[in-house]
């Protein structure tokens, strides 16, 4: 579910933007985004905690390697 835009940072590059706000597998967590600057998945809303985005970047990482 869409639900409007947020400031977004990269965890890679450090780059701050502003992008979709979609919903992380019905959770309450928005789905990172690909940096504008690096294209870094690796990335999280500016006010959120990120040892639950490394978590979440784990899995995308483990699901894209198993493609």
């Known amino acids: 579910?869409?639900?409007?835009?947020c400031f977004f940072i990269c965890d890679k590059c450090k780059k701050i933007?502003?992008?979709l706000d979609i919903e992380w597998m019905a959770t309450t967590y928005s789905t990172p985004v690909?940096?504008?600057?690096?294209?870094s998945?690796?990335?999280?809303?500016?006010l959120s905690l990120k040892p639950v985005y490394?978590?979440?970047?784990?899995?995308?990482?483990?699901?894209?390697s198993n493609k």
């Open 17 to 19: 933007f502003r992008d």
């Open 54 to 64: 490394k978590r979440i970047w784990k899995s995308m990482d483990e699901q894209s």
């Open 1 to 5: 579910m869409v639900r409007g835009k």
């Open 41 to 46: 998945y690796h990335t999280r809303p500016i």
């Open 34 to 39: 690909e940096c504008p600057q690096c294209g």
